[in-house]
């Protein structure tokens, strides 16, 4: 990618950054499994993201917004 091409902009939209961490603190808050032999939840797996998307999210899991 050339140096023109790079954005500071987030690809990742709010609702879906919002979406993914009330997720994962509904995770965190998990004291033990009523059935730890499930698979993946199919009602999560609608929160598909591309590539750049998933950059982003690390990238906002390491260093935050500011």
Do not use: H, K
Not at 21 to 46: C, K, L, W, Y
């Amino acid at each position: 990618m050339e140096p023109e091409e790079i954005s500071d902009q987030l690809t990742i939209s709010p609702e879906q950054a919002f979406y993914i961490i009330v997720m994962a603190r509904e995770f965190d808050e998990q004291i033990e499994s009523t059935n730890p032999d499930s698979g993946s939840n199919p009602a999560d797996d609608s929160e598909a993201l591309n590539v750049d998307e998933q950059l982003d999210l690390i990238a906002l899991t390491w260093l935050g917004r500011g």
